[in-house]
């Protein structure tokens, strides 16, 4: 099992990454799934939606599925702060 580029780019830890998820979904078509794993994110699997127009991280759970589907934004979002949400006011 692999480590992508962004878990250590997002959380500062220094791993060696396996892949870039940036490379890795911009060569996939809408409506492709990509069986690929990151350890540190914890998904296993890579869905470019076509009702979504997004890029779905396919996360483990313990339901009884053993996953849930979300989008990568909210992924994101967990590590990187909101920083463009805030304005300097002069």
Known sequence: MGYCKEF???????????????????????????????????????????SRNALMLKMRSSNEQGFVWRLFVDVKNIYVPHDNLTMEIE
């Open 8 to 50: 250590m780019d997002w959380t500062g830890v220094q791993i060696e990454p396996s892949f870039e998820i940036k490379d890795v979904s911009h060569n996939m078509k809408m409506g492709e799934y990509k069986d690929i794993e990151c350890e540190g994110l914890n998904f296993i699997g890579m869905y470019k939606s076509i």
